[in-house]
């Protein structure tokens, strides 16, 4: 038996922006469905960057709290909530996503 | 420039590209977090819109009120809050009178997680969309999504006054699973892609007379087809009683070009058996030809 108890598993990251990301229309990019993840950026009071994930894939957090880590090393936005509700999408994909919402909100 | 495949596009993709650019207002938009109560405590993922987006938009400079099904969360299920959305925006239409209701359909029907609020949001779809049409705004299903439209969904489509389809779309009440696991894999082998598109695809659902039009997998396409039926004096169909007895007098005659005698004893497929009898010269070719020359057939004469 595997100590991994059913259910969603929440995660939280917040870590000190650079670039302030200043006022936009909130952003939403992918899809929940099998091996894909839907993100949602949005506004923030403060300098931080806030991240939830909610994962169906539970016992991987190191692995999240790596791919979040590099995500905010590439972006380093400030005054950004970003939740993401995830259904089993590997490191690279959740990678893609997250770059592909910071894409949508310069444009 | 080359078709945009309208299949493989998500619910949000579609409304970009079909609705007049930009036009798109949502209503309940995910930053709202209007998810569902149910599939956290199922271990299940939610979606911050419940898997539909809804709003106002401008189609050809015409005020539209539109929602899209995503079909790759949950087969486009049919949860508690993603049919409350539909019903609010079916409501709100009767209220603000837009100049046309759009569906853009993708769904396996109710959500069976939450079957019995899905059931419920279903049949209260149902009597919106009918009262849209008694009021006479017209009211139009788009279905060209890689996961159909079926089960009450497919219900609502044939509630709704025009239906466009796509060859690659399928439309119908129970879906292919379904029916293999109650009648067994001799009466319908869900695995038989070919079957499950000569029996539920667009094209069999526009020679039966279940669909008004019939377009390539293209948005352009999607979007030309919902200009054009708009555009036509008879959009809007109100329920009558002459309407119903039309409604009937097409389904016998669906079941008079498959006489009941002949029921397992035709020795050809069943799909090009009954497009035979519906007078089509070399039915066996259908699944082999474009969509145009399938529009050309137009056995149940809409021309």
């Known amino acids: ?107 | 420039m080359s078709a945009i495949s309208y299949a493989e596009c998500s619910a949000r993709e579609r409304l970009a590209l079909l609705l007049d650019p930009g036009s798109f207002h949502e209503w309940l938009p995910p930053s709202e977090r209007l998810a569902s109560p149910h599939l956290a405590q199922l271990g299940v993922p939610s979606a911050f819109d419940d898997g539909v987006a809804i709003g106002r938009a401008t189609l050809a400079g015409r005020s539209v009120f539109v929602a899209a099904q995503e079909g790759a969360f949950m087969g486009g299920g049919v949860g508690e809050v993603h049919g409350a959305k539909l019903v609010g925006l079916l409501q709100r239409a009767l209220r603000d009178r837009p100049a046309a209701v759009l569906l853009l359909a993708e769904s396996g029907g109710v959500r069976l997680h939450e079957a019995n609020a899905g059931l419920i949001a279903v049949s209260e779809v149902m009597r919106a969309l009918l009262d849209l049409r008694a009021a006479g705004i017209p009211t139009l299903v788009l279905i060209g999504g890689a996961n159909g439209c079926f089960g009450g969904m497919g219900i609502v489509a044939r509630c709704a006054d025009r239906i466009v389809m796509s060859d690659t779309g399928r439309l119908a009440m129970s879906g292919p699973e379904v029916i293999e696991a109650s009648h067994g894999v001799d009466e319908f082998d869900a695995r038989d892609r070919a079957l499950v598109w000569r029996t539920t695809g667009g094209k069999h659902r526009w020679l039966s007379g279940d669909c008004d039009l019939l377009v390539e997998d293209d948005v352009q396409a999607f979007r030309d087809a919902a200009i054009a039926v708009l555009s036509a004096p008879d959009a809007a169909r109100p329920v009558t009683l002459d309407a119903l007895e039309a409604e009937h007098a097409l389904l016998a005659a669906r079941l008079a070009a498959v006489p009941q005698d002949t029921w397992g004893r035709h020795g050809e497929d069943d799909a090009v058996h009954y497009w035979r009898g519906l007078g089509i010269a070399e039915p066996a070719r259908i699944p082999d030809m474009d969509v145009a020359a399938v529009r050309g057939l137009d056995p149940a004469g809409r021309r």
């Open chain 1, 1 to 107: 038996m595997s100590d991994i108890t059913p259910g969603l598993e929440t995660l939280d990251y917040s870590f000190p922006g650079r670039r302030p990301a200043g006022t936009f229309a909130p952003v939403l990019v992918g899809v929940v469905g099998s091996g894909n993840l839907e993100v949602l950026l949005e506004p923030a009071a403060g300098n931080d960057c806030a991240v939830r994930i909610e994962t169906s894939a539970r016992g991987f957090g190191p692995i999240w709290d790596a791919v979040v880590r590099d995500f905010h090393q590439r972006h380093g936005l400030a005054g950004v909530r970003v939740s993401v509700n995830d259904m089993g999408a590997t490191p690279a994909v959740v990678s893609l996503r997250l770059d592909q919402a910071v894409a949508e909100l310069k444009t």
